[in-house]
T-cell receptor, first 113, second 112 residues
Framework: DAKTTQPPSMDCAEGRAANLPCNHS???????VYWYRQIHSQGPQYIIH???NNETNEMASLIITEDRKSSTLILPHATLRDTAVYYC??????????????FGTGTLLAVQP | SQTIHQWPATLVQPVGSPLSLECTVE??????LYWYRQAAGRGLQLLFY??????ISSEVPQNLSASRPQDRQFILSSKKLLLSDSGFYLC???????????FGSGTRLTVV
């Protein structure tokens, strides 16, 4: 069952902010929002995660709406190396041994020179 | 620091031949371990996961099996490969109950 909805593709100009949306309208109160990205022919890379507060790290910012039904991953200054498939995943931390990370189809972000 | 190793990076095998892919994790104890597969142009599919030595759970019925003979070693095997087993195989680890997975660099398997 798809718990998140993302646009299949987006373009962004190099140096501009990339804003990647994700809908997770059925998210439960103890589920986190995780973001990963997969550069072509590599394994997925963890970016950031959050529960309800906005989060920022050296890679990106995560903005979660107050009702937690959607979120946006922001890459503040996109570079060509940020071209990748970006996955938004809901995951219950401390959900027990049977809790697994399930990937959807993600958003292919193409950063244009 | 923790590291994850997968090998080989690429593999070409004939149909009907056996398969053994190995994944090892260093710098942590009792990790959760995972095998994913990504067929060409498709998404990541979870194949197996393990929460401890000898404990394997399969997500989808298939021609593959997994084993965890040691705490930080996870092996993916097949007795007879099919063409449909071709794909990009990724191993990952996480701390118990965390959604922060670390992935290996993957093995690209082509069955011919």
């Amino acid at each position: 069952d798809a718990k998140t909805t993302q646009p299949p593709s987006m373009d962004c100009a190099e140096g501009r902010a990339a804003n990647l949306p994700c809908n997770h309208s059925t998210i439960s109160g103890n589920e986190y929002v995780y973001w990963y990205r997969q550069i072509h022919s590599q394994g997925p890379q963890y970016i950031i995660h959050g529960l309800k507060n906005n989060e920022t790290n050296e890679m990106a910012s995560l903005i979660i709406t107050e009702d937690r039904k959607s979120s946006t991953l922001i890459l503040p200054h996109a570079t060509l190396r940020d071209t990748a498939v970006y996955y938004c995943i809901v995951f219950m931390n401390y959900g027990g041994a049977t809790n697994k990370l399930i990937f959807g189809t993600g958003t292919l972000l193409a950063v244009q020179p | 620091s923790q590291t994850i190793h997968q090998w080989p990076a690429t593999l070409v095998q004939p149909v009907g031949s056996p398969l053994s892919l190995e994944c090892t994790v260093e710098g942590t104890s009792n990790p959760n371990l995972y095998w994913y597969r990504q067929a060409a142009g498709r998404g990541l599919q979870l194949l197996f996961y393990s929460v401890g030595i000898g404990q394997i759970s399969s997500e989808v019925p298939q021609n593959l099996s997994a084993s965890r003979p040691q705490d930080r070693q996870f092996i993916l095997s097949s007795k007879k490969l099919l063409l449909s087993d071709s794909g990009f195989y990724l191993c990952a680890w996480s701390l118990s109950s965390s959604g922060g997975y670390t992935f290996g660099s993957g093995t690209r398997l082509t069955v011919v």
